[in-house]
């Protein structure tokens, strides 16, 4: 035969609320890492444009722009 037991069910919130404060402190830390890596980057750059120079420079290795081509597109993009 089981009896209640009020011990039982606080037990059970207690770890409710553990799992709870333990999920808020894990966002707060997820919002901080993004936010520096954010703050890290170069103001005014964005992914795309890194990705844009990236292509720009191997276009420039490949020999399918030359220099003048290369420095113009450049000033473009930034």
Do not use: N, T
């Amino acid at each position: 035969m089981h009896y209640w037991s009020p011990g039982y069910y606080v037990g059970g919130w207690m770890l409710l609320m553990g799992l709870f404060w333990l999920l808020v402190i894990a966002g707060v830390i997820y919002l901080v890492v993004v936010l520096a890596r954010r703050a890290g980057s170069e103001p005014g750059r964005s992914a795309a444009s890194d990705r844009a120079m990236e292509i720009l420079r191997e276009r420039l290795a490949r020999g399918e722009i030359d220099e003048e081509e290369f420095e113009r597109k450049k000033k473009m993009l930034e």
